[in-house]
């Protein structure tokens, strides 16, 4: 059992920035592969970007390249979301994902388990 823990979400401008944490806890050892994806009010849900188990390769929706960065930090347990230059279109609900693989999965049949969600809101 994996227990998954968002925070840093909030409300921020355009062109602002947030980083976003989960906090894993329980038998972490067991989901290596973590990811975010994010959904919209009326809108499914999608992938963001992704980490392998040592963190050394990542996956980034095409949406956020160049924006968003993912990374680890092992002694933590902890996975983090830097946003930077967000726009409107990134308003979402976002959750952290952790599953058994080695690679970084898009899809969300590729994790096993979830966090709660937490709320970013970018402003006009």
């Known amino acids: 059992q994996v227990q998954l823990v968002e925070s840093g979400g909030g409300l921020v401008q355009a062109g602002g920035s947030l980083r976003l944490s989960c906090a894993a806890s329980?038998?972490?050892?067991?989901?290596?592969?973590m990811g975010w994806f994010r959904q919209a009010p009326g809108k499914e849900r999608e992938f963001v970007a992704a980490i392998n188990w040592s963190g050394d390769s990542t996956r980034y929706a095409d949406s956020v390249k160049d924006r968003f960065t993912i990374s680890r930090e092992y002694a933590k347990n902890t996975v983090y979301l830097q946003m930077n230059s967000l726009k409107p279109e990134d308003t979402a609900l976002y959750y952290c994902?952790?599953?058994?693989?080695?690679?970084?999965?898009?899809?969300?049949?590729?994790?096993?388990?979830w966090g709660q969600g937490t709320q970013v809101t970018v402003s006009s």
């Open positions: 994902a952790a599953g058994p693989g080695r690679g970084t999965s898009y899809t969300e049949s590729g994790y096993n388990y």
């Open positions: 329980g038998r972490t050892f067991s989901s290596p592969a």
